[in-house]
Nanobody, 127 residues
Framework: QLQASGGGLVQAGGSLTLSCAAS????????MGWFRQAPRKEREFVAA????????RYADSVKGRFTISRDNAKNTVYLQMNSLKPEDAAVYYC??????????????????????WGQGTLVTVSS
């Protein structure tokens, strides 16, 4: 089970850190990802992190502003979001690919690659 938290209301230019805590299984060998879905829009990829955290991938829209990280000892993945914009407002979901054989997140921009999903956490950005 994946539990996302940390969402809330923030002003444009502000920061938030989302957490995704896993329970019931270890995610140390999972590729982990964050996706988001804004009202009336399709779910879109945000970021993904490899087992070791060394081979990650970001959507162009968040590069340089968002940082994905993980603490395998805590079975938790994080998404640090800086310089938030109104267009970042969405429900953010974390997801796990438990069947990856490569320690790289470069090919994990598609939702279908993930087999575990958490419930979302809402991020609201005021202008």
């Amino acid at each position: 089970q994946l539990q996302a938290s940390g969402g809330g209301l923030v002003q444009a230019g502000g920061s938030l850190t989302l957490s995704c805590a896993a329970s019931g299984r270890t995610i140390s060998r999972d590729i982990m990802g964050w996706f988001r879905q804004a009202p009336r829009k399709e779910r879109e990829f945000v970021a993904a992190i490899s087992w070791s955290g060394a081979n990650n991938r970001y959507a162009d829209s968040v590069k340089g502003r968002f940082t994905i990280s993980r603490d395998n000892a805590k079975n938790t993945v994080y998404l640090q979001m800086n310089s938030l914009k109104p267009e970042d407002a969405a429900v953010y979901y974390c997801a796990a690919d438990s069947d990856s054989y490569v320690n790289s997140a470069y090919s994990h921009g598609d939702a279908w690659k993930y087999d575990y999903w958490g419930q979302g956490t809402l991020v609201t950005v005021s202008s």
